[in-house]
């Protein structure tokens, strides 16, 4: 999709970031309270945090979002970059929106110094991994949580 454009939110981006969050959201059948993300979202906006957002624009329409976080490793001495969300709207999956969302994050922690950058999907979101099987490494980890 050549067509398509990548940039940083911006403030007047918030209702659009916002309609497509909540679909990511739904998406994975979960829900998070109001305050979590005005908070996620005004992060994105304060250049203090290590935390990013981009948006994929086709014309006027944001189809697509990506989300990143860099931290450190006890493993690097540089920063390694967590892309913690990704989301291209469903009528235009498989058409290359998700891998240049990817690519943006790539070259930004690339820039940024970073040593790798790792994300995670659902096991069942086969679409997805078609995509991410074809740019990374499967890392062999089973992630486990513990919700405190």
Known sequence: MSN????????ADHSVWLQLWQAYLHFYDTELP???SALAWQRFLDPTEPTHA???WRGNQAIGLGQWIFHRSNWTVSHNCYLQDLFVQPDVRC???GRQLIEHVLTQARNAGSTNVHWLT???NHTAMRLYDQMAKRS???QYRHAL
């Open 4 to 11: 398509v454009e990548i940039r940083p939110v911006t403030p």
């Open 34 to 36: 109001a305050e979590t």
């Open 54 to 56: 981009t948006l994929a």
């Open 95 to 97: 058409g290359g929106v």
């Open 122 to 124: 659902q096991a069942t």
């Open 140 to 142: 062999g980890f089973v």
